[in-house]
């Protein structure tokens, strides 16, 4: 009987909570028929909003996964940072969960933006930052930091170094001994953490929101783009973009399981 | 490791370059905003911070978050439970479907809230007829908060549903204790910790919220106006000071909720 009572309700908080929403988009965006679709997400700002939102997920998740990578592997190994700095970056890593993605836009502004020493120094060289892509770029930098080396760290402790050690004693180069040995258990870490990362910097809104000015058809991503639509009240335009996010964030989610059952048979 | 950089010249340069890249994107902001927002001293400070607009922000902010995660305790030990305990049809796709807000963009989610409650829907309309607004106004805000935080507790209570041990619970009845009874004094002090830092973590997502938030919120100053997207508004109104000043505010609580939850899941491995 309770058990019953406990299913019913766990799909009914499921299915109002989760699965309706993502219906009402679904039909959203054909309230006025294909047509209406169709033209929502082939408006020129559109395409641009999309194409901005693919270069920022491409750059971030390369230069989050390499990075990311090496830093877990030095916070993890590395003999020459002290146990206690150790534990402080450790700490640190982590920094960005707490802080909200309008403050993490804002910093960048603070730092960068055109009132300040650096940002003139680079706009004197030419190099627009804040209102512009690079900053976009740093600010999904900064929200997505922690999701690599969080996935990759447990992983590397776990393995532990013998592995590394032996075949660095047996004289293999170094490039050899991470991609022969180290890389193959570290493997579907990284592969969710890039499933992550690439799901985050897709759906970035806040930090990219302050940092981009959100110029239409210069510094709007797809997100930004749906914020607008709903400000100017064009909900069924907002609606075409939204359900392409969507869809890709379904086909992420599908993908995050995969990867999550791979990580735990390796 | 030793093996992966051991030319000279190359380890030093790696070494710098990953350091450097990790404190010029993650420490270097943050002291940044903490100097900025005291840049002109400590009266532009306060006088930032007491602004009533601003702290009516703050502590809306906290009032929600707090209902949020009150109900994300209820409704996520209850689906972490069942998702992990019972065998039924459709389980696995709803424990796949858990994640969808992590992995939907959060304007996506803000949108979906408006289009199911706004006011030419449904819902909305059924609530507007019995004197509810639900859009523009505080219950909205408590459902996108609801729906960008629903994972983390059932994500932090699995592992420990999963990790115990049956006999202790298979002793309790044994022993003669009721299903309530061996529910309280044995399940739920396993569940705890999980329960804990869940909710902490959802609570500081949910402070920390702003797309979801800003589409469903109406952002009408002194009353559904929470402290995100007074920062924001800040910025766009260009005071960067007084944004600094909330976000300082915004930002220490979140530091403290973290620290509280790394203290509890470092005390849980320590055992």
Same mark, same amino acid.
């Given at each position: 009987?309770?058990?019953?009572?406990?299913?019913?309700?766990?799909?009914?908080?499921?299915?109002?909570?989760?699965?309706?929403?993502?219906?009402?988009?679904?039909?959203?965006?054909?309230?006025?028929?294909?047509?209406?679709?169709?033209?929502?997400?082939?408006?020129?700002?559109?395409?641009?909003?999309?194409?901005?939102?693919?270069?920022?997920?491409?750059?971030?998740?390369?230069?989050?996964?390499?990075?990311?990578?090496?830093?877990?592997?030095?916070?993890?190994?590395?003999?020459?940072?002290?146990?206690?700095?150790?534990?402080?970056?450790?700490?640190?890593?982590?920094?960005?969960?707490?802080?909200?993605?309008?403050?993490?836009?804002?910093?960048?502004?603070?730092?960068?933006?055109?009132?300040?020493?650096?940002?003139?120094?680079?706009?004197?060289?030419?190099?627009?930052?804040?209102?512009?892509?690079?900053?976009?770029?740093?600010?999904?930098?900064?929200?997505?930091?922690?999701?690599?080396?969080?996935?990759?760290?447990?992983?590397?402790?776990?393995?532990?170094?013998?592995?590394?050690?032996?075949?660095?004693?047996?004289?293999?180069?170094?490039?050899?001994?991470?991609?022969?040995?180290?890389?193959?258990?570290?493997?579907?870490?990284?592969?969710?953490?890039?499933?992550?990362?690439?799901?985050?910097?897709?759906?970035?809104?806040?930090?990219?929101?302050?940092?981009?000015?959100?110029?239409?058809?210069?510094?709007?991503?797809?997100?930004?783009?749906?914020?607008?639509?709903?400000?100017?009240?064009?909900?069924?335009?907002?609606?075409?973009?939204?359900?392409?996010?969507?869809?890709?964030?379904?086909?992420?989610?599908?993908?995050?399981?995969?990867?999550?059952?791979?990580?735990?048979?390796? | 490791?030793?093996?992966?950089?051991?030319?000279?010249?190359?380890?030093?340069?790696?070494?710098?370059?990953?350091?450097?890249?990790?404190?010029?994107?993650?420490?270097?902001?943050?002291?940044?905003?903490?100097?900025?927002?005291?840049?002109?001293?400590?009266?532009?400070?306060?006088?930032?911070?007491?602004?009533?607009?601003?702290?009516?922000?703050?502590?809306?902010?906290?009032?929600?978050?707090?209902?949020?995660?009150?109900?994300?305790?209820?409704?996520?030990?209850?689906?972490?439970?069942?998702?992990?305990?019972?065998?039924?049809?459709?389980?696995?796709?709803?424990?796949?479907?858990?994640?969808?807000?992590?992995?939907?963009?959060?304007?996506?989610?803000?949108?979906?809230?408006?289009?199911?409650?706004?006011?030419?829907?449904?819902?909305?309309?059924?609530?507007?007829?019995?004197? %509810? $607004?639900?859009?523009?106004?505080?219950? *909205?805000?408590? !459902?996108?908060?609801?729906?960008? &935080?629903?994972? #983390?507790? +059932?994500?932090?209570?699995?592992?420990?549903?999963?990790?115990?041990?049956?006999?202790?619970?298979?002793?309790?009845?044994?022993?003669?204790?009721?299903?309530?009874?061996?529910?309280?004094?044995?399940?739920?002090?396993?569940?705890?910790?999980?329960?804990?830092?869940?909710?902490?973590?959802?609570?500081?997502?949910?402070?920390?919220?702003?797309?979801?938030?800003?589409?469903?919120?109406?952002?009408?100053?002194?009353?559904?106006?929470?402290?995100?997207?007074?920062?924001?508004?800040? %910025? $766009?109104?260009?005071?960067?000071?007084? *944004?600094?000043? !909330?976000?300082?505010?915004?930002? &220490?609580?979140? #530091?403290? +909720?973290?620290?509280?939850?790394?203290?509890?899941?470092?005390?849980?491995?320590?055992?």
């Amino acid at each position: 009987m309770m058990r019953r009572l406990w299913i019913t309700l766990t799909y009914i908080v499921f299915g109002l909570l989760l699965i309706a929403p993502l219906i009402k988009i679904f039909t959203g965006s054909w309230a006025e028929g294909w047509n209406g679709f169709i033209e929502g997400i082939t408006r020129p700002q559109s395409l641009h909003a999309l194409m901005m939102t693919g270069i920022i997920v491409v750059v971030v998740t390369v230069l989050n996964t390499v990075f990311g990578i090496m830093l877990a592997m030095y916070l993890v190994r590395a003999e020459w940072i002290g146990r206690r700095i150790k534990r402080l970056l450790n700490s640190l890593v982590d920094l960005p969960f707490a802080v909200s993605p309008v403050i993490g836009g804002l910093m960048i502004v603070l730092m960068l933006g055109p009132n300040t020493i650096i940002g003139t120094m680079f706009e004197d060289a030419g190099i627009k930052i804040v209102y512009a892509l690079p900053g976009m770029i740093l600010a999904t930098l900064f929200v997505t930091f922690p999701l690599m080396v969080r996935e990759v760290m447990p992983v590397l402790q776990e393995i532990g170094a013998q592995q590394e050690e032996a075949a660095s004693t047996l004289g293999a180069y170094s490039w050899y001994t991470f991609w022969k040995v180290t890389w193959p258990s570290i493997r579907w870490g990284v592969i969710y953490g890039v499933v992550l990362t690439v799901a985050r910097s897709l759906g970035e809104f806040g930090a990219v929101l302050v940092v981009s000015g959100n110029i239409m058809n210069k510094t709007q991503t797809a997100t930004t783009l749906v914020y607008q639509d709903v400000e100017n009240f064009n909900v069924v335009a907002a609606n075409g973009v939204a359900l392409v996010l969507a869809a890709f964030s379904v086909g992420l989610l599908l993908l995050m399981e995969w990867a999550k059952k791979r990580k735990e048979v390796h | 490791m030793n093996a992966l950089f051991r030319g000279k010249g190359w380890s030093f340069g790696f070494r710098s370059a990953i350091m450097l890249y990790f404190i010029i994107l993650i420490v270097l902001p943050i002291v940044g905003i903490y100097t900025q927002s005291f840049s002109l001293g400590w009266t532009p400070f306060w006088e930032s911070i007491s602004d009533p607009l601003a702290w009516k922000a703050v502590l809306l902010t906290v009032k929600l978050a707090v209902i949020a995660t009150l109900l994300n305790v209820f409704l996520g030990t209850m689906i972490g439970w069942v998702l992990i305990r019972y065998r039924f049809p459709g389980r696995r796709f709803l424990n796949s479907l858990v994640d969808l807000p992590f992995a939907l963009p959060t304007a996506v989610g803000g949108l979906m809230i408006l289009l199911l409650l706004g006011p030419n829907s449904f819902v909305g309309g059924l609530a507007e007829k019995i004197g %509810i $607004e639900i859009v523009f106004h505080e219950p *909205a805000i408590i !459902v996108a908060m609801l729906f960008v &935080t629903f994972p #983390f507790v +059932i994500r932090a209570i699995q592992p420990l549903l999963e990790e115990m041990d049956k006999s202790e619970e298979e002793a309790a009845y044994t022993l003669g204790a009721s299903r309530a009874k061996t529910f309280f004094s044995v399940i739920f002090p396993t569940m705890l910790p999980g329960i804990l830092s869940g909710a902490m973590l959802a609570f500081s997502r949910g402070i920390a919220e702003f797309g979801a938030v800003v589409l469903v919120a109406g952002n009408i100053p002194g009353k559904t106006l929470i402290a995100s997207v007074y920062i924001f508004g800040e %910025i $766009e109104s260009s005071n960067p000071q007084g *944004a600094a000043a !909330v976000s300082v505010m915004l930002l &220490t609580l979140s #530091f403290l +909720i973290l620290w509280t939850v790394n203290l509890i899941q470092g005390r849980r491995g320590g055992q």
